[in-house]
């Protein structure tokens, strides 16, 4: 008995080390779908932002310039924008678009960042190949974060 209680606890454990992704769907304002599916065998990083957000102003560039000077090839970008309108979201994109070089959507009525438990601007959460979140990071340096290159130094090898 004590064999399969230590069996139990050891699998428990290993299931909180990752957290597996809720399911969600966004369609980006060029009109793909981008869901929790249809990104399996693909690490994601989603970046939820809104134009309101001076963090945000300052961070999208940085991440823009990331995903078209150094990000591995492995790793997919999807920029959400939520906690505002429709309009302020793709007008935002449009007045700044050197800084979405990844594909963009709107969150509406927020429910994915509800999902995901977002709670503050910008929040960036790194999914595996395998659909876990492996990182969630509020604020601004993310490209600084030790556990982010640390990841990103697995895709390249």
């Given at each position: 008995?004590?064999?399969?209680?230590?069996?139990?606890?050891?699998?428990?454990?290993?299931?909180?080390?990752?957290?597996?992704?809720?399911?969600?769907?966004?369609?980006?304002l060029g009109g793909e779908t981008f869901s929790k599916d249809s990104l399996k065998g693909h690490p994601t990083l989603l970046v939820f932002w809104a134009p309101w957000c001076k963090v945000c102003q300052r961070e999208l560039p940085l991440l823009s310039q990331f995903t078209s000077k150094e990000k591995p090839a492995q790793l997919g970008v999807i920029s959400i924008g939520f906690a505002d309108s429709r309009g302020n979201v793709e007008g935002f994109v449009k007045a700044h678009a050197e800084a979405f070089a990844f594909p963009t959507a709107f969150d509406i009525d927020n429910d994915v960042a509800q999902v995901f438990k977002v709670t503050a601007t910008p929040?960036?959460?790194?999914?595996?190949?395998?659909?876990?979140?492996?990182?969630?990071h509020r604020g601004a340096g993310l490209l600084q974060n030790r556990q982010f290159k640390d990841f990103l130094s697995t895709l390249k090898g």
């Amino acid at each position: 008995m004590a064999s399969v209680l230590a069996l139990s606890v050891a699998l428990s454990n290993k299931a909180e080390a990752t957290a597996a992704a809720p399911s969600f769907e966004v369609v980006t304002l060029g009109g793909e779908t981008f869901s929790k599916d249809s990104l399996k065998g693909h690490p994601t990083l989603l970046v939820f932002w809104a134009p309101w957000c001076k963090v945000c102003q300052r961070e999208l560039p940085l991440l823009s310039q990331f995903t078209s000077k150094e990000k591995p090839a492995q790793l997919g970008v999807i920029s959400i924008g939520f906690a505002d309108s429709r309009g302020n979201v793709e007008g935002f994109v449009k007045a700044h678009a050197e800084a979405f070089a990844f594909p963009t959507a709107f969150d509406i009525d927020n429910d994915v960042a509800q999902v995901f438990k977002v709670t503050a601007t910008p929040t960036l959460i790194l999914l595996d190949g395998q659909g876990n979140i492996v990182l969630t990071h509020r604020g601004a340096g993310l490209l600084q974060n030790r556990q982010f290159k640390d990841f990103l130094s697995t895709l390249k090898g």
